[in-house]
């Protein structure tokens, strides 16, 4: 029997190289009121990206292992938890997330 070329993809931590350039007058402690400081908009926006926690999303690979062993595809939270109760190792192949797809919802809202 030949053997099978399958592939599970799992993405983990990885670097996102990218710039962020906010925009606003420039201003000084000493004299706070006089400018919309953009470094106090850019504060805000890296709390935004730090908080944003994107969905799990399957792609084909992920989506054939989980017909094969589940014999469908569920929504990811519940096919994670799925496969866990099969097999804990399994489980830990399926769950990948893709940060930079969902950078832009992020910084979006």
Known sequence: MAAANLRDETVEKMSAPFALRVHGRSGHASMRGIAGNALVKAARLVGRLAAFRPEPQFGPEAEAFLRSVLGEV????????????????????ELGVAWLRHLARAVCG
């Open 74 to 93: 569920p929504p990811a939270a519940a096919a994670v938890e799925r496969t866990r109760a099969l097999s804990p190792a399994a489980a830990d192949l």
